[in-house]
């Protein structure tokens, strides 16, 4: 194909994409539609797709089937040098026999134009670095080269701009540090950014729209407070954030609630958040939504009670209880200190109660394990 | 005290090793090069005259074999260059489980003697070989021309016998590129061949640098393909050096012939690497 892609512009859509290494299906009839400008995050653990689905964004494979467009024109099968993509690598894959400088005008170099100065010096203002523009990557530290590969990247204006967990090895603060400038730097040049990472934290911070992925395909997708206040299966309730998953069955209807048994016990939630597809179901409420009281204390909302204090960890901002219910289960309940409330002690006999609207409903036939036991620090792709 | 010394101690060894074996008869050498016959000697008799004249009548007498050595170590460098990066590359980037298979392949050769491959190529490039009726078959040389005892002879033979002294350190250096930063320049707009031209080759630098000059050093001062696979019109200095010493026992002009060579080679390998520029890699 011999069109020239490389001013295409708009929504990128990926269509029924698949992609096989042999056997192994990486990448699973994925379709997407990532809007122009949007912060775009693809979140999952090790092996669930989402950098194979970058590598074909970027060009770097070909996906076995299904076509990748961006706006009107097709990009399935063109080069990466022939698409307006840019790529923050892993590792950042700075050249290292050219200067900061050299490095950032590779691409402009290459698309022939020829006075780079004006151009470069702009985004090496940009992640604030202008003093660094005749040293080596390799005299740089850790966050420096990070940004370099950053301005290497977007000097070129693509319509995308791909990050493959470009903050994994960077440390804990200067991650942070890094995620909200990436984040306004986004805002600054108006580029679609489609950010890959297995850090939810990091996804839930930066990211306009998250698509949650998992052996190949989409759990989920929707706006950070979507995917954490409703999720819909137990795989993302597990994967961002916490949750607690509880055993019941739907007995009725109440207007816009919906009333559930959970051993022996009614709880009501909104109407939208279930996800059920017949009576069994999982009620699912985060640690942090739950109160405790000790029994004679009245409570209004959902309430369960029979519960007892299994242990308590105090880290500061908030008090972390296990609390075992008459069924067995132990329920996570994250309460903030700020209260003034003597805190719960071990062996204490308490009610938990929530208010309804935090509660959503899964599947009866979930495996709740589903997602907890992928630790985020499984920093190893595909 | 402790601290200072032990790197001086471990520099012992190979100092007393390289004194006795390298710099004394360096001197020697040196001695050697400036003396002159003992009038009514015996042949081999010589004597400290300080001639130094002898660097010159050495040189002007053999400068037709000190520009056939450079020329053919440099065809050598160059076509080993040429079979060798290709290998290497394809060694370190597409051979995949097979990696360790073809550096093996490629140091085989070691476990056979250095003068029987060059023999082999006499057989190879002769009458009985494969190589001649094959190219007179598809009419590339005559039925009179042959192969053997001509400078294409000891070119190729030189070509072959180094040619893992380039692959090694070209493999080396290619191995060590991040696949990544090739996939970056394809992303940033470069073409296989611009990507090749502007990151692959100045990223292997270093290894082309040690390959080259590993072929090229002991290809200057090689007689042994010559001496087997050539004639008296493919001399090189390496074969007069041999002759004037080990034949003719004079020993003074091989000496200087000697030191004429290695000063050559000397001055071409740092213009070579001031070029090359060098240091200025990772």
């Known amino acids: 194909m011999s069109f020239d892609a490389s001013s295409a512009r708009g929504d990128l859509i990926l269509t029924r994409i698949t992609k096989e290494y042999g056997d192994f299906k990486a990448v699973d009839d994925l379709s997407l539609t990532i809007p122009k400008g949007s912060f775009f995050a693809l979140l999952g653990p090790s092996g669930c797709g989402k950098t194979t689905t970058l590598r074909m964004i970027a060009g770097l494979e070909e996906p076995t089937i299904g076509s990748i467009h961006l706006g009107e024109t097709d990009i399935t099968t063109t080069k990466p040098y022939q698409r307006p993509i840019n790529t923050v690598f892993q590792n950042y894959a700075l050249f290292p026999h050219l200067t900061i400088f050299e490095n950032i005008a590779f691409g402009l170099r290459r698309r022939g134009i020829k006075d780079v100065d004006a151009e470069v010096n702009k985004v090496l203002n940009l992640v604030e670095l202008p003093h660094l523009a005749g040293r080596k990557p390799t005299q740089l530290s850790g966050g420096q080269q990070q940004r370099i590969a950053l301005a290497r990247a977007i000097v070129n204006r693509p319509a995308l701009l791909l990050l493959d967990e470009p903050l994994g090895a960077l440390d804990l603060k200067l991650r942070r540090q890094m995620q909200i400038e990436l984040k306004w730097i986004q805002k600054e040049v108006g580029l679609t950014f489609v950010h890959v990472t297995h850090d939810q934290e990091e996804a839930m911070t930066m990211a306009d729209t998250i698509a949650v992925m998992n052996e190949g395909k989409i759990e989920q997708m929707g706006s950070p407070a979507d995917l954490y206040d409703n999720p819909e299966t137990a795989f993302v309730a ?25 051993y022996g016990q009614k709880i009501s939630l909104p109407k939208n958040r279930s996800h059920a597809v017949d009576n069994s179901m999982y009620a699912g409420i985060r640690p942090e939504k739950f109160r405790i009281s000790l029994l004679d204390t009245p409570v209004s909302g959902n309430v369960l009670t029979g ?7 105090y880290i500061g901002v908030s008090t972390q209880y ?3 219910m008459p069924w067995g289960q132990e329920l996570m309940v994250f309460e903030q200190n700020d209260d003034g409330v003597a805190p719960f002690n071990k062996g204490d006999a308490v009610n938990i109660s929530w208010a309804p609207v935090f509660t959503f409903a899964l599947r009866g036939d979930e495996d709740i394990t589903a997602g907890s036991e992928v630790t985020p620090e499984d920093l190893d792709e595909e | 005290m402790q601290k200072i010394r032990t790197p001086y101690l471990l520099l012992l060894p190979g100092f007393a ?7 004394l008869p360096i001197v020697n050498l040196a001695q050697t090069s400036t003396q002159t016959p003992i009038s009514g000697g015996d042949t081999g008799q010589y004597e400290q005259t300080l001639r130094f004249q002898n660097y010159i009548d050495a040189f002007i007498e053999n400068r037709e074999q000190f520009g056939r050595s450079f020329v053919y170590a440099l065809i050598a460098t160059l076509l080993a260059l040429a079979i060798s990066y290709p290998l290497a590359y394809a060694i370190a980037f597409k051979s995949g489980k097979y990696k360790n298979l073809f550096l093996v392949l490629v140091i085989a050769p070691f476990f056979t003697s250095f003068i029987l491959r060059t023999v082999a190529w006499k057989q190879i490039l002769g009458e009985e070989g494969f190589v001649v009726p094959t190219l007179r078959t598809i009419g590339i040389i005559s039925d009179s021309t042959t192969l053997t005892s001509t400078s294409f002879a000891v070119v190729m033979g030189m070509t072959y016998n180094f040619l893992p002294f380039m692959t090694l350190p070209l493999y080396a250096s290619i191995d060590r590129i991040d696949p990544r930063t090739l996939e970056a320049s394809g992303d940033l707009y470069a073409n296989g061949f611009t990507t090749f031209r502007k990151v692959t080759l100045p990223l292997s630098m270093p290894g082309v640098v040690a390959g080259t000059l590993l072929t090229f050093i002991p290809a200057a001062g090689d007689y042994v393909n010559a001496a087997i696979l050539g004639s008296p019109n493919t001399k090189m200095i390496g074969n007069v050096i041999e002759s004037r010493y080990f034949r003719i026992v004079d020993y ?11 000063a050559a080679i000397l001055i071409l390998v740092t213009l070579y690497i001031r070029k090359a520029g060098t240091e200025e890699l990772v």
């Open chain 1, 307 to 313: 519960g007892r204090i299994e242990d308590v960890s």
């Open chain 1, 322 to 324: 296990q609390v075992e």
């Open chain 2, 17 to 23: 090793f390289l004194f006795t074996f390298f710099i």
């Open chain 2, 252 to 262: 003074p002009t091989a000496a200087a012939l000697s030191f004429t060579l290695m």
């Open chain 1, 238 to 262: 597990n994967f961002l954030g916490q949750s607690n998953l509880i055993k019941g069955t739907i007995t009725g209807n109440d207007g816009d609630s919906i009333i559930a048994d959970l």
